[in-house]
C-alpha cells in the first residue's frame, strides 16, 4: 500500500502504526496460539470419526480370506492394535515432528505420496484463485463504472449463473465445449510445469474453470458492491469529485483500491474450504493430487493419508482466516478489532 | 485351501469390471483389422485405465507387494512379460519360459526357463531368478500370493524349475496365468533398491522400461532396447494413465488424450465408441452368478432358494440393460474358457406361478439383494428387485463401497448378492470355488459334496476327465438350487483406428476377469487411423 | 458462503439506498416495479418447482419412481404415458424428478434451519457475551469450518449407511458454523450501538436485549444469508449423491441422477440435461430471492 494522493490520508502511517503498535501485535498472538486447539481439534475429530467406521486397514489390505491370526498379525505390525489413545498419541508426536506416517494401503511415506500430489493440488487451487480473481476485478470495473448499465447487468447475470451451477455439472459441460468439441484444451490428464509450461497451464485450464467459476461469481459480485458503495458513499470521494479528478480514475485508483481489502478477506476465507470441490474435480480430469486419492483413501482406512491431506488443508484454512482477520483488523478502522478478532 | 483366491480387493474390484462392462457384442463391427501386413515399429501409446480398477496400483508394481495383483495386469505384462502368455483361443505361448511338464500324478510341475535373456539393469535372467520370485511370492504377507500347497522350489539346472506340490493340481499353468509368479522381477534390482523404491521403479525382463511413476495416476515407459524377442516391442513408448470411467475415457480418446481404453462396460457407450474407434469384445469367461446364502435364513431353506429360480428372468435384463450382448448361461463358465457348458440339464426355468405358490407356501418372503458399488450393477439388482415383487416377494437393495462389501461377507450375514463366478480355467482366478467352496469367505454354499466335486476336478490333470466334473458340480448346483446364472460377461478394448494387436484387434480369454494384453506384440500405424 | 456477512454491518449500511440516494418519483416507481418483479419472478419458479414436487403426485397420478418395468427402459422424452422419457432401468424420469426435488428441498430446508437454530443460537450468544464464552465458541466453530464436511460426509454415509437422515447430519456440520459465523458478527456489530448500550444501561435482562433488540435486528441478515445457503446446501447433497454417499438407490435424487447420467451422457445426455435444468434454476431462484430480498432489506 503506497500513500498516494486521495487514498485516506493519513492510511499508511495508521497501518504501521498499528501494525507495530501493541493491541495489532497482542491480536495476533492470541490468533497464533488460538490456532493450536484448532489443528489439534480438527485432527482429532478426524481420528475419531475414522476410528468408527467398520472395517480396519488390516482386514482391507489382506482381503476377507486371510485367516484371523494374519490380519492380527498385519495389526500388531500396523500398531492397530493398540489402544485409540496411544494411537492418537503417537500419530500427533509425529505430527509434530513433521512426521506424517506411513500409508497404510501403499507402504509410502506420507510425506513422499503429499510431496508428490500436493504441488499439483496447490497449483490447480492457486490457478483458480488468480484466474478468479483477475476476471472478477475486471469485471466488477467494468460493472461498477455504470451501475445498473448494460456491462453491469451482462455481468450480474454471468456472474449469477456462476453461482447457481454445481462444479460436478460444469465440468462435463466445459469438456464437451473446450476439449471435445475445440480442442483447445486436454479433456484428462495433467502435464508437469518442469515438462511443458504452455501443456501444463492447457492441462490445469479446464480443472482450473470448473473450480473458479464459481469462486469468481462470488468475488464479482462482492466486489462489484464494495465499489459501487464506495462510490456513492464515501467522502473522499465526493471530495476527489469535486476536485475535479477523472471518473475512471476514481473508479480504479480510489474505489477499486480500497475496495480490495473485502475481496482479500473473502480470498483467504475461501482458500482452506474447497477440499471437497477438489475431490470431485480431480478425479473427473484424472488430475494427480490430493483430492483424487482422499475418497479413496477412506474407503481404504488408510488413517494416515486421510489426516495428512485433513491436516493440510486445515492448516490452510486456519492460516487463510487469522490473515484475514489480521488484515480486516488492520484496515478497518471502525472495529474493535480487539474483540471483533479474537 | 484348493482354490486360488485372490486378494478380495482384486476380486471385488473385479466383480466392479466385470459389471460395469455391460455391452459389446454387435458393435464388435471392425475386428477386420489384423491384417496381414507387417506391423510398423515406433510410435507411443496412451493407455487409459480405470481408476477404480486397473488405474490403481497404490502399492506400486512389485509382483510380491503389490495389493491389486491382477487387477494391474496390463502395467506388470509390460514391465516384467510373463512366464506363460494366454494368447488367443486359449493356446499357451511360452514367454520367458518356454516349456512346461506335469509329473509325478499332477504333483510335481517342471518348468523349461528361456535362457540368453537379461533383466534390464543387465543381471542375468534364469531359473535361479525364477526359483527367487517365487519363493518370495510365496513367503509375502500380501494375498494376492500364490496359494499352491508348495512342498519345494528348486532350480535343478540353469535353466529347469522344478515345482514339488503336497496335492496333485491339473490347473497349476492356468494358475500361473496372470498371478504374481508369471511375473519374474530383478532379484539384484530387489535388493539393491530396497523393496518400497523397487515397487516405484520395478526391473524385469519384459518388452518396456520404466521411465517414471506417479501410483495410482501415471505410469511412463519406454521400449527395452535388449529385449530377448527381435523386432519386438513395436511401439517406442507406452504410458498408462488412470481416468475416472468409461465416459471419461470415451471423451478422453475423442478429444485425443488417449489411444486405447481397456474394459469399457457401459452398454450404450460401446454403440458410441464403435462410431469412431474399434471396439475389440472380449471373450466371455466369468458368468454373473446371484449368490444366495445358505447360511442364514431365507435361504438355509431350499424352497426359498427355489423360489428365487422361479422367479428371476434374465432374458429382459440381458436385452434391455446388456444390449443382448452376451451369451446366456446356466452354469460357471463361458465362451472364452475351457469346460463350456451354456447349458445345465435340470436347470430350473422361469416360471411366475410356481414363484408365487413357493412364496405363499412360505408364508411370504423378505430378500435383502446387495451387490458392489457401481452403475450396471445396481441396475441390475432394481430389475431383479421389480421382477421378484411380482412374485410376491418383499426385496430391499443395497449397492456397497468396497470395503462395506467385504464386511457384509465377513459378517456372514448377507442374503442374496449379484457377483460374478469363473474364470479361463474354473479352478484358476475368481473361479467358482471362489464363490461356491466352503473354504471361501466369498460363498454362500457349505457343501461337502460340491466342495469333493470341485477338489477332483482342481486335482485332475486331464481336461476332459476335469470338465466332467465340473458339468457335474454345475448340475448339482441347480439341483440345490445354490444360485443362478445369468450370461457370461466380458468387458471390451477401445482403440483408435491404427492400433492392431492380440487383446486390441483380435479377442483374448480373460483369467480374472478381463484378458491381459501382449503389449509386446501391439503396435500403431498413425497413418491408418 | 458469501464475506459481505462475515464483515460487521456498519450502522449505515442498515439503510436503504434510497436513502443516502434519493431519486425522481418516476423513476422510483419503476423501480420499485422491478424490484417486485426481481421478488416475485424467483419466488413464483420456487413454489411453482417445490409445489409441483410436493403436491402435484398427490392430485394427480405420476409412475412410481421405482420399480419401472425393464419392458420399457430407455424410452426418449416426450413417450406416450413418460414426458421425459424413462432412465436405463425403465422408471418414469419425470416421477424421479418430482420425488428427487423432494430430497434436494428437505434436505436444504432442514440444512438450514438447523444451522439457523443451531449455529444462530451460538453465534448470539458468542457475539453478546463475549469474552471466555466467545472464545470457546468461536475456536469450536474454527474447528468445524477447517474440518473437511466431505470426510464426515463419506464417514457417516460408510459407517451408517447412505440415507436422507444422515445426509442431513453431514450436512449440518457445515450449515452451523457458517451460520454461527453470520450470527456473531452481526451481533458483535450490534453490541456497539447507542440503543443497546441504553437497554443494558436501563437495567433490561440479558435475555431480554437478546430477544427485543438483537434477534429482529440480525432476522434479516440471516434469512438472506440462509437462502443463499439453502441454494449452497442443495449443490452439495447433490455433490454427496455424486459421490454415491446420499440418497440410496433404486430411490432418486437430483445428484445420483446427475452422476449416473454422465456415465453414458455422450449416449443418452438428456439423462443429465434434465436433473441438471431443475437443479440450476432451483438454486439460481434461491440466489435471485436472496440478493432481492437483501436489496429490498438493505441487508450487506
Redesign the interface.
Known amino acids: 500500500m503506497t500513500a498516494e494522493a486521495g487514498v485516506r490520508p493519513g492510511a499508511r502511517t495508521q497501518f504501521a502504526r498499528r501494525a507495530v503498535g501493541s493491541p495489532g501485535v497482542r491480536v495476533a498472538g492470541r490468533r497464533l496460539l488460538a490456532v493450536i486447539p484448532v489443528l489439534w481439534g480438527v485432527t482429532f475429530l478426524t481420528f475419531i470419526v475414522m476410528n468408527m467406521l467398520p472395517g480396519d486397514a488390516a482386514q482391507e489390505l489382506l482381503g476377507a480370506n486371510a485367516t484371523p491370526a494374519e490380519v492380527h498379525q498385519l495389526e500388531i505390525q500396523l500398531h492397530l492394535n493398540e489402544p485409540f489413545w496411544v494411537r492418537y498419541g503417537n500419530w500427533f508426536g509425529g505430527l509434530l515432528k513433521g512426521d506424517l506416517g506411513t500409508s497404510l494401503s501403499g507402504g509410502q511415506p506420507v510425506t513422499t505420496i503429499l510431496g508428490q500430489r500436493l504441488p499439483v493440488t496447490a497449483e490447480l487451487l492457486l490457478y483458480a484463485f488468480v484466474a478468479s480473481v483477475v476476471f472478477a476485478v475486471g469485471l466488477a470495473v467494468l460493472a461498477a463504472r455504470r451501475p445498473n448499465g448494460i456491462g453491469d447487468r451482462i455481468s450480474m447475470a454471468v456472474s449469477m449463473m456462476g453461482l447457481s451451477i454445481a462444479p460436478y455439472v460444469l465440468a462435463p459441460v466445459l469438456v464437451y465445449l473446450f476439449a471435445i468439441k475445440v480442442g483447445w484444451f486436454p479433456a484428462i490428464g495433467y502435464t508437469p510445469l518442469t515438462q511443458n509450461p504452455v501443456e501444463n497451464i492447457k492441462s490445469l485450464t479446464l480443472p482450473a474453470a470448473s473450480i473458479g467459476f464459481p469462486l469468481f461469481a462470488v468475488y464479482t459480485r462482492l466486489l462489484r458492491a464494495d465499489i459501487v458503495e464506495q462510490m456513492q458513499r464515501e467522502d473522499y470521494i465526493v471530495t476527489a469529485r469535486a476536485k475535479g479528478v477523472p471518473p475512471w480514475r476514481i473508479l480504479i485508483r480510489h474505489a477499486l483500491r480500497n475496495s480490495l481489502f473485502g475481496l482479500i478477506t473473502l480470498v483467504g476465507l475461501n482458500f482452506g474450504t474447497l477440499i471437497g470441490a477438489v475431490a470431485i474435480i480431480e478425479p473427473i480430469f484424472s488430475l494427480p493430487g490430493v483430492g483424487a486419492i482422499l475418497i479413496e483413501s477412506i474407503n481404504n482406512r488408510d488413517l494416515p493419508v486421510v489426516e495428512g491431506i485433513v491436516v493440510i488443508f486445515a492448516v490452510i484454512t486456519v492460516a487463510a482466516n487469522l490473515l484475514a482477520d489480521l488484515l480486516y483488523v488492520a484496515l478497518d478502522p471502525r472495529i474493535r478489532y480487539e474483540r471483533a478478532a479474537v | 485351501m484348493r482354490f486360488r483366491l485372490k486378494s478380495m480387493r482384486t476380486v471385488c474390484l473385479g466383480l466392479a469390471a466385470i459389471v460395469i462392462a455391460a455391452c459389446s457384442s454387435s458393435s464388435s463391427s471392425t475386428p477386420g483389422n489384423n491384417t496381414s501386413a507387417a506391423p510398423a515399429s515406433g510410435g507411443s501409446l496412451t493407455v487409459l485405465e480405470w481408476s477404480g480398477f486397473a488405474g490403481d496400483w497404490p502399492a506400486g508394481l512389485d509382483p510380491a507387494t503389490n495389493t491389486n495383483g491382477a487387477a494391474d495386469q496390463s502395467q506388470m505384462d509390460a514391465i516384467y512379460g510373463e512366464l506363460f502368455e494366454l494368447g488367443p483361443r486359449g493356446v499357451i505361448i511360452p514367454d520367458l519360459a518356454t516349456g512346461y511338464a506335469f509329473s509325478n500324478g499332477g504333483k510335481t510341475i517342471t518348468i523349461d526357463i528361456r535362457q540368453g535373456v537379461k533383466f534390464t539393469d543387465g543381471t542375468p535372467f534364469n531359473a535361479a531368478a525364477v526359483v527367487w520370485n517365487i519363493k518370495r511370492d510365496l513367503a509375502s504377507s500380501c494375498t494376492c500370493k500364490p496359494v499352491w500347497l508348495v512342498k519345494s522350489v528348486t532350480a535343478t539346472s540353469p535353466s529347469t524349475v522344478q515345482v514339488n506340490l503336497l496335492v496333485p493340481d491339473g490347473a497349476f499353468i492356468n494358475q500361473i496365468f496372470d498371478s504374481t509368479a508369471d511375473w519374474i522381477a530383478s532379484p539384484a534390482a530387489v535388493q539393491k533398491m530396497g523393496e518400497k523404491a523397487f515397487a516405484l521403479k520395478p526391473v524385469g525382463a519384459g518388452p518396456f522400461v520404466v521411465v517414471s511413476d506417479t501410483p495410482s495416476s501415471v505410469l511412463v515407459l519406454k521400449k527395452n532396447p535388449g529385449y530377448w524377442q527381435k523386432g519386438r516391442p513395436y511401439l517406442d513408448s507406452l504410458t498408462f494413465k488412470a481416468v475416472g470411467g468409461d465416459e471419461a475415457a470415451y471423451e478422453a480418446l475423442l478429444a485425443g488424450n488417449g489411444q486405447v481404453y481397456e474394459d469399457m462396460s457401459t452398454p450404450a457407450l460401446l454403440k458410441q465408441a464403435a462410431q469412431h474407434f474399434n471396439v475389440e469384445n472380449q471373450l466371455s469367461t466369468s458368468p454373473y452368478d446371484l449368490q444366495l446364502n445358505t447360511l442364514t435364513p431365507p435361504f438355509s431353506n431350499v424352497k426359498a432358494r427355489q423360489a428365487i429360480y422361479a422367479a428371476t428372468n434374465f432374458a429382459p435384463i440381458l436385452q434391455h440393460i446388456f444390449s443382448n450382448l452376451y451369451p446366456m448361461t446356466e452354469g460357471f463358465t463361458g465362451p472364452g474358457g475351457i469346460c463350456y457348458q451354456p447349458t445345465v440339464p435340470g436347470y430350473p426355468s422361469y416360471n411366475l406361478a410356481l414363484a408365487k405358490s413357493l412364496v405363499r407356501q412360505l408364508g411370504g418372503l423378505t430378500v435383502n439383494l446387495g451387490t458392489i458399488q457401481n452403475l450396471v450393477a445396481q441396475y441390475t439388482t432394481e430389475a431383479l428387485q421389480t421382477e421378484w415383487q411380482q412374485a410376491g416377494i418383499k426385496v430391499t437393495i443395497s449397492s456397497y463401497p468396497l470395503a462395506s462389501l467385504i464386511a457384509q461377507f465377513t459378517g456372514k450375514k448377507w442374503q442374496a448378492m449379484v457377483q460374478t463366478a469363473g474364470s479361463y480355467d474354473p479352478a484358476a482366478g475368481v473361479g467358482v470355488g471362489f464363490r461356491f467352496s466352503s473354504l471361501s469367505p466369498f460363498s454362500g454354499v457349505h457343501d461337502p459334496h460340491l466342495d469333493g466335486l470341485l477338489n477332483q476336478a482342481a486335482a485332475t490333470v486331464d481336461q476332459s476327465q476335469r470338465c466332467q466334473f465340473y458339468n457335474q458340480a454345475a448340475q448339482y448346483i441347480a439341483q440345490k438350487y445354490y444360485g443362478p446364472f445369468y450370461f457370461a460377461f466380458a468387458p471390451a478394448n477401445i482403440a483408435v483406428r491404427g492400433v492392431t494387436g492380440p487383446g486390441l484387434s483380435q479377442p483374448l480369454p480373460a483369467v480374472v476377469v478381463t484378458p491381459t494384453i501382449l503389449w509386446e506384440d501391439v503396435s500403431y500405424n498413425k497413418a491408418a487411423s | 458462503?458469501?464475506?459481505?456477512l462475515?464483515?460487521?454491518a456498519?450502522p449505515?449500511?442498515l439503510l436503504p439506498?434510497e436513502v443516502?440516494?434519493p431519486k425522481r418519483a418516476r423513476t422510483r416507481r419503476a423501480e420499485n416495479w422491478t424490484h417486485d418483479l426481481k421478488i416475485t419472478i424467483p419466488l413464483g419458479l420456487l413454489i411453482l418447482i417445490a409445489g409441483a414436487c410436493f403436491l402435484w403426485p398427490l392430485v394427480y397420478p405420476v409412475p412410481k419412481p421405482?420399480?419401472?418395468?425393464?419392458?420399457d427402459?430407455?424410452l426418449p422424452p416426450f413417450s406416450p404415458g413418460h414426458l421425459f422419457g424413462t432412465d436405463?432401468?425403465?422408471?418414469d424420469i419425470f416421477s424421479r424428478i418430482l420425488y428427487g426435488g423432494r430430497v434436494s428441498f428437505e434436505v436444504g430446508v432442514s440444512v438450514t434451519a438447523i444451522g439457523l437454530v443451531i449455529g444462530g443460537l451460538f453465534g448470539v450468544i458468542a457475539g453478546y457475551l463475549?469474552g471466555i464464552t466467545?472464545?470457546v465458541i468461536?475456536?469450536?466453530l474454527?474447528?468445524l469450518?477447517?474440518?473437511?464436511?466431505?470426510?464426515?460426509a463419506?464417514?457417516i454415509a460408510?459407517?451408517l449407511?447412505p440415507s436422507e437422515l444422515h445426509v442431513i447430519w453431514a450436512l449440518s456440520f457445515f450449515g452451523i458454523p457458517a451460520v454461527g459465523r453470520v450470527a456473531r458478527?452481526a451481533t458483535?456489530a450490534l453490541r456497539?450501538q447507542t440503543f443497546m448500550l441504553a437497554a443494558r444501561l436501563a437495567g433490561t435482562p440479558r435475555w431480554r436485549v437478546v430477544l427485543r433488540h438483537i434477534l429482529p435486528n440480525i432476522m434479516p441478515q440471516l434469512m438472506t444469508f440462509s437462502l443463499l445457503g439453502i441454494?449452497v446446501i442443495i449443490?452439495?447433497e447433490?455433490?454427496l449423491s455424486?459421490?454415491?454417499l446420499g440418497i440410496?438407490?433404486?430411490n432418486p435424487s437430483w445428484?445420483s441422477m446427475?452422476?449416473?447420467g454422465?456415465?453414458?451422457?455422450?449416449?443418452?445426455p438428456e439423462l443429465?440435461l434434465i436433473p441438471?435444468a431443475f437443479?440450476?434454476v432451483t438454486?439460481?431462484s434461491l440466489?435471485?430471492l436472496g440478493?432481492a430480498l437483501r436489496e429490498r432489506w438493505g441487508v450487506?
Do not use: C
Request: charged content about 10%.
Open positions: 458462503m458469501s464475506a459481505p462475515f464483515r460487521p456498519g449505515q449500511t439506498p443516502t440516494a421405482t420399480g419401472g418395468s425393464i419392458l427402459a430407455g436405463a432401468v425403465g422408471n463475549g466467545d472464545a468461536s475456536r469450536v474454527d474447528v469450518i477447517a474440518f473437511p464436511a466431505l470426510v464426515l463419506l464417514a460408510e459407517g449407511g458478527a458483535l456497539e441454494g449443490i452439495l447433490g455433490a455424486y459421490l454415491g440410496p438407490p433404486p445428484g446427475i452422476a449416473n454422465q456415465q453414458t451422457l455422450s449416449s443418452q443429465v441438471s437443479l440450476f438454486v439460481l440466489n435471485l440478493d450487506r
